[in-house]
């Protein structure tokens, strides 16, 4: 997946960001869970310049950018910690 197209995933789940991350589990809001991720898709499809992308291959690039930029965040947050002490 091209930088652009991150941003582009980044600024949609942003804006669906109330939906899909619920912390609740149950049946009515796995379907509205399910129901954000397809429209999030339609629009990324939409406007994406390369070839259509599932709702899995979405998310599983949501995850990994969620993942790399909390461990840069702290591993950032130890070195200047041990700058300043």
Same mark, same amino acid.
């Given at each position: 997946?091209? $930088?652009?197209?991150?941003?582009? +995933?980044?600024?949609?789940?942003?804006?669906? @960001? %109330?939906?899909?991350?619920? %912390? %609740?589990?149950?049946? $009515?809001?796995? +379907? @509205? %869970? $399910?129901? $954000?991720?397809?429209?999030?898709?339609?629009?990324?499809?939409?406007? @994406?310049s390369?070839?259509?992308?599932?709702?899995t291959?979405?998310k599983?690039? &949501?995850?990994?950018?969620?993942?790399? @930029?909390? &461990?840069?965040?702290?591993?950032?947050?130890?070195l200047?910690? &041990?700058?300043?002490?």
């Amino acid at each position: 997946m091209t $930088a652009p197209e991150k941003e582009l +995933l980044t600024d949609l789940c942003v804006k669906f @960001s %109330k939906v899909i991350e619920c %912390k %609740k589990t149950d049946g $009515a809001t796995r +379907l @509205s %869970k $399910a129901a $954000a991720w397809g429209q999030l898709c339609d629009e990324f499809n939409a406007v @994406s310049s390369e070839g259509p992308r599932t709702v899995t291959q979405l998310k599983h690039v &949501r995850i990994r950018l969620v993942y790399f @930029s909390a &461990r840069f965040y702290f591993i950032g947050t130890i070195l200047i910690r &041990r700058n300043i002490y």
